[in-house]
């Protein structure tokens, strides 16, 4: 029999109890809304990271490998432009250069009254943290704590700058970095979630390694990547005229033939106790030629993966503290980098160019309960997706004009049918510090096509990586590839007014004015 009830006041009660559902449900999730650690280290190759494989298997990291393991890796994340800065800028705006308008590393600065995801996770209630390098010129914002770097900052006994405030440390920065962050967890409300951005400034150069890793390899004998002498035939004028090889570019501090400057005197002990009998052999044996360039790429592998070493061992420290506190289970963690890094290969250090080893960076994410562990994904994504994946996990709406895509379908497992099949890259600064060329180009899961741009070059190249995964030789302009470039060259113009990319940009984008930085040269 129906209850004797006034329809009005059933309407009311069915109101009501809805209601109350919906609030439960609602608090319920945001109970339950997962914890964010972003470990974000500086030109770290997805070569010096063992789960990605290498064939020269230049290091084992088993605590970054933990998340390939635990997690998902992706083999084709691609950064928008190949620099520390203007990708950190893409990563916390979700939008190219461009669009956000920090181009280069000489004078951009980042506009801090933009939207961040920071400062959207910020208002939905996240506690917000970054500590370690920033490299944005102007301070944070969308942050409640943040301790960083002042500029680069140093290896040894570096200066931080804590919410606008110089502090001083003694120590090595990859564990002060970690140290920072462990105590801002600790402290933290327990109540909310939490985003914690772990940025390291290692490996960058010049690849210094904490002093109790100095003899970590025993004096090994690196593998040599098959393009160490590359000649740079097939190829144009800005690969041959750059300024970034390990035979002409590295410097005496950059070889260690020279102490950093920051060491206190009993520091400067442990690292001469290392280095000065090796430098005092290396002078005695007047290296040329080739013998001469494989002494720099050893002493360079030495020190840059000794670098990797103290990031792998921190990274193991937080992952522990999840762990022994609990949780782990709820949160989020990523490992990736502003960009990739040439370890020799070409002949070169540093990054910059549209090719694939400063091109991809390596990403790693676990997410217990979404990501189905030790999966690997060969999607293009990209450090672009970085803000919409946080805003989609965290239940937010990711604003209309950011310019990349949530990876949480990916994540679940499954990737859209319309995910990119293709990705812009865009490359400005010039001609400091390292002579590369400004380019652009796009790029699918085969071919790359690319075009330079200087005031003494404007040329195209198209690169086949299947039949040259190196990228050695330029097929532009060959018969056989007539179809593939009219396609490219055709996606290429998609792209740019999909994204606003401009075709004239004022002279400030290229960085240091042209005229200064010729007559350093
Ligand atoms: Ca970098």
């Not at 990271?49 to 290091?59: C, T």
């Not at 990859?174 to 600790?186: A, E, H, M, R, V």
């Not at 003899?215 to 593998?223: I, M, P, S, T």
């Amino acid at each position: 029999m129906k209850p004797n009830l006034p329809r009005l006041s059933l309407n009311r009660v069915l109101a009501g109890a809805l209601i109350v559902t919906a609030l439960t449900c609602a608090s319920a999730s945001a109970a339950n809304r997962p914890n964010i650690v972003l470990i974000f280290s500086d030109d770290h190759a997805y070569q010096a990271i063992s789960a990605y494989n290498d064939p020269r298997h230049l290091i084992q990291t088993p605590n970054i490998d933990r998340l390939a393991r635990e997690g998902i890796r992706f083999d084709r994340c691609l950064v928008p432009n190949s620099i520390c800065g203007p990708c950190r800028a893409s990563v916390i705006t979700g939008k190219y250069s461009h669009r956000n308008g920090f181009y280069n590393n000489t004078n951009s600065r980042f506009d801090g009254s933009q939207t961040t995801f920071p400062k959207l996770l910020q208002a939905a209630g996240y506690q917000t943290a970054i500590i370690g390098k920033w490299h944005l010129v102007s301070d944070p914002t969308g942050f409640d704590y943040w301790q960083i770097l002042p500029g680069q900052g140093v290896y040894y006994n570096p200066p931080t700058i804590e919410n606008g405030k110089r502090v001083k440390h003694e120590g090595y920065v990859t564990d002060l970095i970690t140290d920072f962050s462990l105590d801002w967890l600790k402290h933290r409300d327990k109540s909310r979630p939490f985003l914690l951005m772990c940025q390291n400034k290692a490996p960058h150069r010049e690849w210094e390694p904490a002093l109790r890793d100095l003899d970590h390899d025993g004096d090994r004998k690196y593998a040599e990547p098959p393009t160490l002498f590359d000649d740079y035939a097939g190829r144009g004028l800005a690969e041959h005229d750059q300024d970034m090889m390990i035979e002409k570019t590295m410097n005496n501090r950059d070889l260690k033939l020279i102490p950093p400057a920051q060491l206190t005197p009993e520091q400067r002990k442990a690292w001469e106790a290392y280095y000065e009998p090796r430098n005092a052999a290396f002078r005695a044996a007047s290296l040329t030629g080739k013998d001469l360039v494989r002494w720099k790429y050893n002493r360079y592998m030495h020190d840059y993966l000794g670098c990797i070493r103290g990031v792998d061992n921190n990274v193991g420290r937080l992952l522990k503290y999840l762990d022994d506190e609990g949780l782990a289970q709820n949160t989020i963690v990523v490992y990736s980098s502003d960009q990739g890094f040439y370890l020799g290969e070409h002949g070169w250090f540093d990054k910059r160019w549209i090719f694939e080893e400063s091109l991809r960076t390596p990403l790693l994410i676990r997410w217990p309960g979404v990501v189905k562990p030790g999966r690997v994904n060969r999607d293009l994504v990209s450090a672009l997706d970085v803000a919409e994946t946080f805003l989609e996990a965290a239940g937010l709406p990711a604003p209309a004009d950011m310019q990349g895509r949530s990876l949480v379908p990916i994540l679940r497992g499954k990737t859209p049918k319309d995910w990119r099949k293709s990705f812009y890259y865009q490359y400005f600064e010039w001609p400091q510090p390292h002579h590369v060329r400004p380019h652009y180009g796009v790029v699918t899961d085969r071919y790359k096509l690319v075009r330079f741009q200087a005031a003494d070059c404007d040329y195209w190249e198209l690169f086949d990586l299947k039949k040259d995964p190196r990228e050695l030789r330029s097929v532009y302009g060959e018969p056989g590839y007539a179809k593939v470039q009219r396609q490219l060259t055709g996606e290429l113009t998609k792209l740019r007014t999909d994204l606003q990319a401009p075709d004239q940009f004022p002279p400030e984008v290229y960085g240091n004015p042209p005229k200064a930085a010729a007559a350093k040269r």
